[in-house]
């Protein structure tokens, strides 16, 4: 029915494989869908995995791998064309979704039989059609972890109440494969769940025995996993994403987005009214419907309190903010089983007028949302145009929601008052819900419908830029998504996952290109810095072409345009190792001057620095220019005499190195040259870098910076690359080339002189080893972000390997534990006839612990606020 469902939805938008649309949206379109091509890319081995030049200019993906695309199912790559990618994102989804509710019925039908076929298969089908699903199937390999969920479930059970730890072993293992992030909350739920349940319903010899095989089965999984989680936590650990987990929770809100989190309980609305019948008298008989209710309330809690959800996130979270919402929402699907299960007890009598109100329902019901959806669309698009709800969003889906939930509550009560059979409830339900599935699957996957052929063009630009050596392809058009310059097949420096590199990220913040969140892009920088980062080729869009661009090719919509100034990305320097270590802090312009003269050893200003003509309602200070008059906007007037050829370009950059989404000057400036509006709106969320004003020789340029509010003046102001310059640098350039085959990265120096470094624009990582003419040397953190090797006089044959040493560790790890599982399964009964006392004692100990972690503990330090 999941199939059937899902299909009318798709049918009614036009989303394939019944129209030409794509539900790929967002993280999808931005992040999945370029993963699922750089992964076909890998597999057929067009790409190297753990070097992997299409990625943050040279980046270990094995951990991004297992991030987004660790799923089984993804491995159908390889017999999906590149161009139907967007296409199979779809069929991706729509299996998925089957999948949980395949499990899901698995779990029913075996916890609750006696509700029988009908009513179990309503049950799974609403899990595949839950909050969770809808509101996250972007990231579409969230999906795997909760088709897996009713399976951990089941295992669990079978090992506390059978003593059978093998398949729990199993599930556990496949949820730390598909997804080691979302495992953490996995973990989070079963040391409180199983904790709970060991207090709840288990006597102490149960309790002893079941904390022995949950302890035991889970690090052996664990163990087993090892190869898995360890490279990939170690690459977290570097990331942009690791940040401070105290200063996160510090800095919280006390709520969520409630917008955003409470729709994802509306589109189960029998949830609600099933609270009302539930069997509450019944919980000291039946403690397992105590832990019920327990569980259940402690998965909602994270839903509506910030420092808890942000807790439940590893301590921080963009967007999305309920990644555990699978949990939540099954948990409510077993209260509501349990429930109906209770109901059954009710006489099984059916009166008409209880059969016609219940047809009604479903007659009213359909005739309200169908006209709903169509009609409401504006108000309730929120989500899947900005990936958080409204006020308006939210008052249109609580209107749907209280209809919804009414029409479950008539019938369900028709039930309780026994004039509706249980079969006759069971239709009843299925009825309403295939009307709510179908208004909810409009709301988040068919008004996220949408014509994404045009990437085909970008895909079409890799198939025809040919070139040799190592060279970087930078993004300069306005639409194009970070990730999809590798993954049409092109080297960039552009990345955009959460296991974008911290050190990475910030170095080239500093030398002048966008970045925010975990996302760097190419876009930004001078051609100075393109020169040094090895942007041989820039992408732009067709419209953007002038007639002094070198076009290599282009298509209906994109263009490759060959840089005129470029240079080897391995630079021969005089200046020693210490002082090549970090990057110029605060003004960009200055940091870059200053590589002039430490990377070339040129003492010619590259760059000349403009002061404003006139200043209209702003007070410059020394850290920050003022407005005047707050109620007017205040303006920076530059006439500047070019003198020879230079490239104009305006910075505006508070000098924080932080992965905040938005900063403080963000939209304080509009840009205009010589009267003409030149950028609207910067800086902005995606384009945070050093911005080009365009090319002038000999002649007066107007520049205006209209200023809307206050902004910092750590890099402010107008700057101009004198072309001649950088010609004689980068002709008068000690560099080499690079050579990447695999892991190794090879660079012939000809002549070098003792002392002298060699600087390679690569990103550094402790897992390179160098070696020098066969001798091993050490390879150092280079310009805050990249890497160097110290050279020796005459030629230099320089070699580095990469090497993803955790792998090691892990699989060591792994193939050691095999050995444990075959003790563990074959002689657990040795291990459950330990008889200390306080093994008793000690789910009490955890769960006390965690619920002090979890929900007690970031209340207390966060600052609060709305």
Sequence with gaps: ????????????????????????????????????????????????????????????????????????????????????????????????????????????????????????????????????NLLFYQNVVWLDTAYLFPLLLLSVDKLLTEEKPGMYIGILCAE??????????????????????????CDKEKRRRGTLLFMGASGVAAVLTAVIWIPALSQYFTSARSSGLLSNLRGSKWFPSLVTTIPLLYCTGIFAPILIFFPYGQTKERPELKWLLIMGGLMIVPLLLDPINKLWHTGNYQCFPARYGYITVFLLLMVTAA????????ADRSKWLGRAAAALSVVVLAAFLLPYLLKKREQMDAYVTTLFGNADSFLALTIAFVVIAGAYLLCLALRDGKCLSQRGLAIALWGLFIWEGFFYGGVYMGYAAEDLSDYNQVLDLGENLSDEGFYRVKNETKDLDANWIGAAGMPTSGHYTSLTDEDYLFSLKKLGY???????ESRGGTAFSDALMGN????????????????????????????????????????????MEMLWFGDRFEAQQALVRSVFGSEEQLFVRYSPSEVTNLEIAETKIMLGDEDEVGTLTYYIQVDGEQILYFDCFGGRYTTRVNESENEACKIMVNDQVHTMTYPTKKMNGILELGTFENEVVKVQVVLSEEVPTVSFGVAGLKTSVLKELVANANASEITVEGRSVKVCVEHASAGETLLIMMPYSEGYTARVNGKATEVYPALSGFMCVKLTSGENQVELVYHNYWIVV??????AAIGLLWLFVHRKGCLLRLEWKWLEKLPLIWFGLMVVMVYIFPMLIARGGV
């Design 339 to 346: 429930t109906l299960d209770h109901m059954r007890q009710r």
């Design 176 to 201: 730390l494969i598909v997804h080691f992030y979302l495992s953490y909350m996995v973990v989070l739920f079963l040391l409180l769940g199983v904790g709970l349940y060991l207090i709840l319903c």
């Design 536 to 579: 041989r080729y820039g992408v732009e869009n067709v419209d953007d072409i002038t007639s002094a661009d070198q076009v290599v090719y282009q298509n209906e919509s994109y263009a490759i345009v060959k840089s005129a100034y470029s240079l080897p990305s391995a630079l021969i320097t005089k200046t020693a190792v210490p002082a």
């Design 810 to 815: 892990g699989l060591v790890v792994s193939v």
């Design 1 to 132: 029915m999941t199939g059937i469902l899902s299909s009318m939805v798709y049918l009614f938008f036009g989303l394939f494989p019944y129209g030409e649309w794509t539900l790929a949206w967002c993280d999808a379109r931005q992040q999945v869908v370029p993963l699922l091509l750089e992964l076909k890319a890998i597999l057929s081995w067009d790409q190297s995995l753990f070097l992997n030049l299409q990625n943050a200019g040279g980046m270990d993906m094995w951990g991004v791998l297992l991030f987004f695309m660790a799923s089984p199912l993804h491995l159908l790559v390889m017999v999906v064309p590149e161009g139907d990618m967007f296409r199979f994102f779809n069929v991706l989804v729509m299996v998925k979704m089957m999948l949980c509710s395949l499990t899901a019925y698995l779990f029913f039908r075996k916890k609750f039989p006696r509700l029988g076929i009908l009513m179990c298969s309503l049950l799974a089908v609403m899990y595949a059609f839950s909050g969770f």
């Design 514 to 520: 966008s970045a925010y969140w975990t996302e760097v």
